[in-house]
């Protein structure tokens, strides 16, 4: 077995370091190009529609899909999880304070590729079971000519996401919860898994409509308390923000200037780091979100695709920023013992328990029980679309069996090598993804000279 786990790291290792990152960041370079900054020319569209599309009280979601603002909290609510928190301090504890810097850069052409999958999202949505869905299996298979090959790909993808995602990703997300909160508090693992399992049950069988229901509500509430407290603290703390966003820009280029030469760290692991969880965490170019906005009710998909800039914009420079400049403004980075002792998520509480006392590490246990379990049902939903195009509804109870099973086993231990499988199977999924991205930009280029033409005022 751990023969098993350590080939299944090295896979994932080489996907995601020396081929997903150049494969992404090129995606969304090569689109940021062929669209003329959209993700500059948009954003003032995308914000409006998405400001004001919030109504924590919606019309109600069914066969015919979501509002466009549902849509775009689905893909939030998946977005914007644990690697909001742990991302952050992964990237920092590797790659210095500089990774943040990188991690912009990378969500900036992101923007651009999330728009792309939207757009085409929306353009080969169907109707399965008179119910609307979408996702890149449908613009893989129908797009890429539906021969055998389109076929395998669009397959391939479908059963990537689903292990990747519903499986083995809810039960990281599960593990993540009861961790946090068997850390903070008494509370046995099983019992949070058990709790979590049957919230989650409850949504899975409510149908699109409570999930559309839960995410619209769920993501402004916790956003905005999570990002409300940072903004506090960083308030708190107004004389650290210049030194703060000093120690970004030139630990960008010069990582040694900010941690010290004791860490070791270059430009190169500050990019790497930097790139790897700012994609992981929006995942723009992954081909997980165009499951929700393939749904969303508009009357053009190039609409859709203003929203979609806005979930990456929300997630890294919104979210991911605000652990950040808490993390920087709160924990002594130079002290390479200390940093050493505080990987991942427990970097981010102790930033936290810092600025807040006893309260800041259950103040966090209880933002990643909302962040994780929004996460959870939005990966649940993104599997939906690719049971439904590989095995039809007839399998959708044995579906949700499956994942609230995988969440409940998830909660009890972790297990290295379904972690690492999540990993490389998120890999795996995005590259058939990305190969129809780059097959279809003239498709996205076309839509949104067509949009441009019929509505002369949206740039």
Partial sequence: MEELNLMVQNVSGFVWNSLLI????????????????????????????????????GEAAGADGMSSFQSLATAVA??????????????????GPGAIFWMWVSAFFGMATVYAEAVLGQVYKKKIGGEVIGGPAFYISEGLGENWFSKTLAGFFGLSCILALSFMGNAVQSNSI????????????????????????????????????????????????????????????????????KMIFVGAFNPTAVMGGAFGITIKQAVRYGVARGLFSNEAGMGSTPH????????????????????????????????ALVIIMKVDLTNKAYMDSLPGIALTQEAFKLALGSMGGIFIAVCLFFFALSTIIGWYYFGVANVKYLFGN??????????VCFILLGSM???????????????????????????????????????????????
């Fill in 292 to 323: 929700a906005h393939a749904v969303a009710k508009v009357d053009h998909p190039c609409e859709q695709g203003a929203v979609a800039i806005i979930t990456v914009f929300i997630d890294t420079f919104v979210v991911l920023t605000c652990t």
């Fill in 22 to 57: 150049f494969l992404l960041v090129g995606t969304g370079l090569f689109y940021t190009v062929k669209l003329k900054f959209i993700q500059v020319r948009k954003f003032g569209e995308g914000y409006t529609k998405v400001v004001k599309g919030v109504n924590l009280n």
């Fill in 78 to 95: 998946a977005q914007v999880g644990t690697g909001n928190l742990a991302g952050a301090a992964t990237a920092i504890a590797a790659g």
């Fill in 394 to 403: 007839k399998a959708m109870n044995i579906y949700k069996i499956i994942v």
């Fill in 178 to 245: 009861a961790a946090a909160f068997s850390n903070e508090l008494p509370i046995p693992p099983v019992f949070v898994g058990i709790f979590v399992a049957v919230v989650s049950g409850f949504i899975f069988w409510g149908g699109t409509q409570r999930i559309a229901s839960f995410t619209e509500k769920i993501v402004p509430v916790m956003a905005g308390m999570y990002v409300g407290m940072s903004i506090i603290i960083v308030c708190l703390n107004i004389t650290h923000i210049i030194p703060a966003i």
């Fill in 413 to 459: 231990a972790k297990v290295d090598l379904v972690w690492n499988l999540s990993d490389l199977f998120n890999g795996l999924m995005a590259l058939p993804n990305l190969i129809a991205l780059l097959v279809l930009y003239k498709l996205v280029v076309k839509a949104t000279d067509e949009y441009r033409k019929f509505h002369p005022r949206k740039k």
